[in-house]
């Protein structure tokens, strides 16, 4: 009866046995997948929960007078209250899908940011944002003709909060962060930094792309105007995300995409439009995307969540410890506070080259500029070796791919 009392082991021989794709071989060699940050792999829980939508209730959504239909809307709208309080939204309607997290930003940079925007105002993002946090601000801010800022960082990776705060003037209009760094695994202090904007009066939009599988998201606690996530990292399907954001921002906020499904009357004297969520979710969704992203975020709960994070973290204190004995390696972000990214160069070598080196071992890693080149022009390279973590991920997979890695830094000699 005291086994009931003992700590629970976090079991990751049980959990990959739920991951088809991690049992393969690649070049001969098991599959060492360390390629997450920029897609996780898919449990069986998950493809199950959307081949039953496929096969059972494959019909659209909203619409139908059909018992279909009715079992498809009301699975996709369940998994809204479901993805509301996986991240401490107050309610489903502060629940925008949409394709993922690039077209979480934009919306909200071309609806929010747009309406607020005004030639020489600021939005302020920092070195370490990917592509999708950069680019939809400044093309609104280049047509509105307001500028992107760039908050700079450290070098060990870290935002540099008295920067950050002596940039909050009377221009910001709006904040737009990283809550964790996929390139480097930097998890910012995003508490901090929303407070910090809201003392200035500027509402802040969080990135969870790289958070949502690592960290407990809690969007009441951070206090963030906005959050945006995607299915892909999470476990679930391609094509599937999340916005978050506070109902009062959605309800002032003027529609985006036109179409079937946002509006509530038409006609050619002008158009009503429903209310949110729905004014920002035109067309025919990704149902069984949807439901997908239900089915993850069901399987990952499920887990002892604070074992998993403490699993994948002694994976990469072993990892970091280990590559830094290899001739020649370079550690690329060196927080404090780091998640699952491991990024390095390996010598002048060319990332490619030595990616290339070791999917021939069957090590998966992710080369280049991570779409981030800001901050690889910040630590002068032209892009970076990362290997990055899952909860399914083995110690013994550390040992191949440190193996890999002393392979290839031999060949490349
Ligand atoms: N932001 C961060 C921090 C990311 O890691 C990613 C995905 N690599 C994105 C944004 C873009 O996400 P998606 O491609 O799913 O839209």
Not at 103 to 129: H, K, Q, Y
């Amino acid at each position: 009866m005291t086994a009931a009392l003992e700590p629970v082991r976090f079991d990751v021989e049980a959990i990959r046995h739920q991951f088809p794709a991690l049992h393969q071989r690649v070049n001969g060699k098991p599959l060492v997948y360390l390629d997450n940050a920029a897609s996780a792999q898919v449990p069986v829980a998950v493809l199950d929960a959307m081949d039953h939508y496929y096969r059972n209730d494959r019909s659209n959504v909203h619409r139908g007078a059909h018992t279909l239909s009715r079992r498809a809307t009301d699975a996709f709208e369940e998994v809204r209250a479901r993805v509301a309080r996986f991240i401490g939204a107050a309610d489903p309607s502060e629940i925008v899908y949409v394709r993922g997290t690039t077209e979480a930003i934009n919306l909200v940079a071309n609806t929010f940011g747009r309406s607020r925007l005004g030639p020489g105002d600021e939005v302020l993002v920092s070195t370490m944002e990917h592509h999708s946090n950069i680019v939809p601000w400044q093309i609104v801010c280049n047509q509105v003709g307001a500028r992107v800022r760039e908050v700079p960082i450290d070098d060990r990776g870290q935002l540099d909060l008295d920067a950050y705060s002596a940039m909050l003037g009377p221009r910001v209009k709006m904040v737009a962060l990283a809550h964790v760094s996929n390139a480097l695994g930097t998890v910012n202090p995003a508490a901090e930094i929303v407070a910090r904007a809201h003392a200035h009066g500027v509402p802040i939009l969080l990135d969870g792309a790289q958070a949502v599988a690592h960290l407990d998201v809690d969007v009441a606690a951070l206090g963030c105007d906005f959050y945006a996530f995607s299915g892909h990292k999470l476990y679930g399907p391609n094509g599937v995300g999340a916005l978050y954001g506070r109902r009062e921002h959605l309800d002032a906020m003027p529609p985006w995409h036109g179409g079937g499904e946002m509006i509530r009357d038409v006609s050619f004297d002008g158009t009503t439009f429903a209310d949110p969520p729905f004014k920002f979710e035109a067309g025919t969704p990704d149902v069984s995307g949807v439901i997908g992203l239900g089915a993850a975020i069901d399987w990952f709960t499920s887990l002892d969540r604070e074992a998993a994070r403490a699993h994948e973290r002694s994976l990469l204190t072993a990892a970091t410890a280990r590559i830094a004995e290899i001739d020649g390696v370079r550690l690329i972000g060196t927080a404090a506070r780091k998640e699952a990214v491991l990024s390095f160069a390996l010598g002048a070598h060319h990332p490619g080259d030595v990616g290339t080196l070791l999917d021939l071992d069957g090590v998966a890693v992710r080369t280049g500029h991570h779409c981030t080149q800001p901050l690889m022009r910040r630590f002068g390279v032209p892009g970076t070796v990362r290997a990055s973590f899952a909860l399914y991920n083995t110690h013994a997979e550390v040992d191949a791919f440190v193996g890999a890695l002393r392979r290839a830094a031999h060949i490349l000699e």
